[in-house]
Each structure stands twice: as structure tokens, then as C-alpha cells.
């Protein structure tokens, strides 16, 4: 079945440092979205992309959408403690979303 | 205010008990899901519907059953089949849209097995 696999599972940082995940699919997505889940809360989503190439900027996050669209990434500069929570990516194949496994980010002060 | 509302937030099950999670969408949303996620694992779908009085069993269906009566509410029920049925439950809704569909998720609701 389709899967989309995220890494780091885990990320340590320290305040101001960067912060990338990264999110591969075996086959080509239609597209790909990014979400959010802060410690106890549930997932927010922050941004989809569409087009093969495609990068956009939310403020400090950038997020990248590769030539194949089978991966994505997203870049956050100069990390902040409200940075802090789990960064999923989930994919569209067809009309079914599948999400990645996450990535863990905590950020020391 | 629009939005997903599931309660209860803490729910605790006995051996053998049938409980039914509730989930309520005021967005005029048509799809309705609902994932399970387990501790540092992400979101995995159990049972999804596209309109009302329809639904499809997700990756994870065993154990699990639900409704959709009504286009605002779609309630999981986690049968005594379901052998480990401690997890963080979590719905969303999200427009009929098969190449788009942002999803906006309720609160959640944590399971525990007593």
C-alpha cells in the first residue's frame, strides 16, 4: 500500500539553530499537506502543495515540494520554543491521505 | 464558532465493554474521518465516509465500528473485539474534494482500558 516516510523520528535543537524533516513516497502524490500537533493537542494543518517544485514561506518555514512529487521538506530557521511539537506530512494518492509518522521537534532555551 | 467537537475528552473502558466516541462537525464538511494514533506513531485511519449514510473501512477497521445518520455526526464505536484499544482517538472532517481535502481535526478523545 502507498506510505509516506518521515525522518528524523526525533529532532533535538537548540534555540535559533535550524530545523528540517523531510518526507519520501515511493509513488507519485497528487499532493502533499503539513500539519502540526503541539504537545497534548491535536493535528493543525499549516500548508499543501501542489505543484512539482513548488516552495512556499510561512514566516520562518519553508516548505519545498520535489520535481517527482514523490518527496517534501520542511524548513524552519532559527527555531523558537513555540516551534515545539510533532511535524507530520501526509500525502495525497488519488482521494485517499496518508500521513507520515511525524517528527518530534524539541527546542532548548 | 465552526468547528469539531468530540467529547468526552478522557474515556475509560472495561474488559468486554462496547464505548462510543462521539463526533460532532458544524463546517458543512461532507468526508468525515477517524484516526487512531498511538504514542510517538503517527495518525492511522480506521474508518472514513464521504456522505452521509455511507462510509469505508480505513487500514486499521478490525474492532471498530460507525454511523453516519446525520452529515454533522459520525460516532466510532470501539467494540470489546478491539484487543488493545488504548490510543488517542482523533476525527476530522474535511470538504468532498478527492485531490484537495484539508483536514480539520476535533480535540481528541484518550482512551484508557481499566
Known amino acids: 500500500g502507498q506510505q509516506v516516510m518521515q525522518i528524523p523520528q526525533y529532532q533535538h535543537v537548540q534555540e535559533g539553530e535550524d530545523f528540517t524533516t523531510y518526507c519520501n513516497s515511493s509513488?507519485?502524490?497528487?499532493?502533499i499537506q503539513w500539519y502540526k500537533q503541539r504537545p497534548g493537542g491535536h493535528p493543525v494543518f499549516l500548508i499543501q502543495?501542489?505543484?512539482?517544485?513548488e516552495v512556499k514561506k510561512q514566516k520562518r518555514l519553508t516548505f519545498q515540494f520535489g520535481e517527482a512529487k514523490k518527496n517534501s521538506s520542511l524548513h524552519i530557521t532559527a527555531t523558537q520554543t513555540t516551534d515545539v511539537g510533532t511535524y507530520f506530512c501526509?500525502?495525497?494518492?488519488?482521494?485517499?491521505?496518508?500521513f507520515g509518522a511525524g517528527t518530534i521537534l524539541r527546542v532548548k532555551s | 464558532d465552526g468547528g469539531i467537537t468530540q467529547s468526552p475528552k478522557y474515556l475509560f473502558r472495561k474488559e468486554g465493554q462496547n464505548v462510543t466516541l462521539s463526533c460532532e462537525q458544524n463546517?458543512?464538511?461532507?468526508?468525515m474521518y477517524w484516526y487512531r494514533q498511538d504514542p510517538g506513531q503517527g495518525l492511522r485511519l480506521i474508518y472514513y465516509s464521504q456522505i452521509v449514510n455511507d462510509f469505508q473501512k480505513g487500514d486499521i477497521a478490525e474492532g471498530y465500528s460507525v454511523s453516519r445518520e446525520k452529515k454533522e455526526s459520525f460516532p466510532l464505536t470501539v467494540t470489546s473485539a478491539q484487543k488493545n484499544p488504548t490510543a488517542f482517538y482523533l476525527c476530522a472532517s474535511s470538504i468532498r474534494d478527492e485531490r484537495r481535502g484539508t483536514q480539520y481535526f476535533g480535540p481528541g478523545t484518550r482512551l484508557l482500558v481499566l
Open positions: 502543495l501542489v505543484k512539482s517544485g
Open positions: 463546517l458543512n464538511h461532507d468526508a
Open positions: 509513488t507519485t502524490l497528487s499532493n
Open positions: 501526509a500525502g495525497h494518492y488519488g482521494n485517499k491521505l496518508v
